[in-house]
C-alpha cells in the first residue's frame, strides 16, 4: 500500500505563509496527490489537487516536482480559521484496486 | 446543492450487537466511499460504491459491509460489534470516483460501543 509521511504538528502566526510537506515514496503513475482540511466533528473538505508540477487556487497552492515523490502545501497568509488538520491523500493502485491512503494527517495551529 | 448527509449523526451500542449507518450522497454523484477514522489509526479507506457494485475494498474484517441503492444511497453495516469499532464513520460521495477525484465529505456517524 502506498504510505504518506507528513509532520504530525506545525505552528504559525496570522499572515504568514505555510508550507506542508507529505512523502509518498511510492506513488503509482495514475495516482493524484489531493490535500484534505479538517475541523474539529467535521468531515475532511477538499482543498486542492495535483499530478504533477504546480496547482493554484483560491486558497492554495500545491508543489509536485517531477519525481512525484512528495508534495507540498503552500497556504498564504494564515489566519486563526486555518487552525485544522491538513491531509495528504494519494491513491493505491496496487492490484488493480484503488485504496486511498491518507496520511496521518498534520494539525497546524495558527497564533495571534 | 444539498451536501453528503449521513444519519444517525450519534449512536451507542453494547458489544455484540449489529448496527446501519446511512449516507445520502450530493445529487448526481454516483460514487460513494466509507471510512474510518480513530485517533489511533487515523483515516482509513473502508469501501467504495459506484453504480450499486462495490469497487474498492480496504483492509477491513467481513464484518463490515456494505451496499449501494440505485439512487445512489448507501449504507454500511458493522455486525458483531467490538470495543475496536468506536469511532468517527465517515461517508464521502464523488462524480466518479477513481483515480482523479474530488471527494465531498459527511458530518460523520460518532458510534461508540460500550
Known amino acids: 500500500l502506498a504510505k504518506t509521511t507528513q509532520p504530525i504538528s506545525m505552528d504559525s502566526y496570522e499572515g504568514q505563509e505555510v508550507n506542508i510537506t507529505c512523502s509518498h515514496n511510492?506513488?503509482?503513475?495514475?495516482?493524484?496527490i489531493t490535500w484534505y482540511q479538517q475541523f474539529p466533528s467535521q468531515g475532511p473538505r477538499f482543498i486542492i489537487q495535483g499530478y504533477k508540477t504546480k496547482v493554484t487556487n483560491e486558497v492554495a497552492s500545491l508543489f509536485i516536482p517531477a519525481d512525484r515523490k512528495s508534495s507540498t502545501l503552500s497556504l498564504p497568509r494564515v489566519s486563526l480559521s486555518d487552525t485544522a488538520v491538513y491531509y495528504c491523500?494519494?491513491?493505491?493502485?496496487?492490484?488493480?484496486?484503488?485504496?486511498?491512503?491518507f496520511g496521518r494527517g498534520t494539525s497546524l495551529i495558527v497564533h495571534p | 446543492k444539498a451536501g453528503v448527509t449521513q444519519t444517525p449523526r450519534y449512536l451507542i451500542k453494547t458489544r455484540g450487537q449489529q448496527v446501519t449507518l446511512s449516507c445520502s450522497p450530493i445529487?448526481?454523484?454516483?460514487?460513494v466511499s466509507w471510512y474510518q477514522q480513530t485517533p489511533g489509526q487515523g483515516l482509513q479507506f473502508l469501501f467504495e460504491y459506484f453504480s450499486e457494485t462495490q469497487r474498492n475494498k480496504g483492509n477491513f474484517p467481513g464484518r463490515f459491509s456494505g451496499r449501494q441503492f440505485s439512487n445512489s444511497r448507501s449504507e454500511m453495516n458493522v455486525s458483531t460489534l467490538e470495543l475496536g469499532d468506536s469511532a468517527l464513520y465517515l461517508c464521502?460521495?464523488?462524480?466518479?470516483?477513481?483515480?482523479?477525484?474530488?471527494?465531498?465529505f459527511g458530518p460523520g456517524t460518532r458510534l461508540t460501543v460500550t
Open positions: 491523500l494519494v491513491g493505491d493502485g496496487a492490484g488493480g484496486s484503488y485504496i486511498p491512503t
Open positions: 511510492n506513488i503509482a503513475t495514475n495516482d493524484y
Open positions: 464521502a460521495s464523488s462524480l466518479t470516483g477513481g483515480f482523479s477525484y474530488e471527494q465531498y
Open positions: 445529487s448526481g454523484h454516483r460514487s
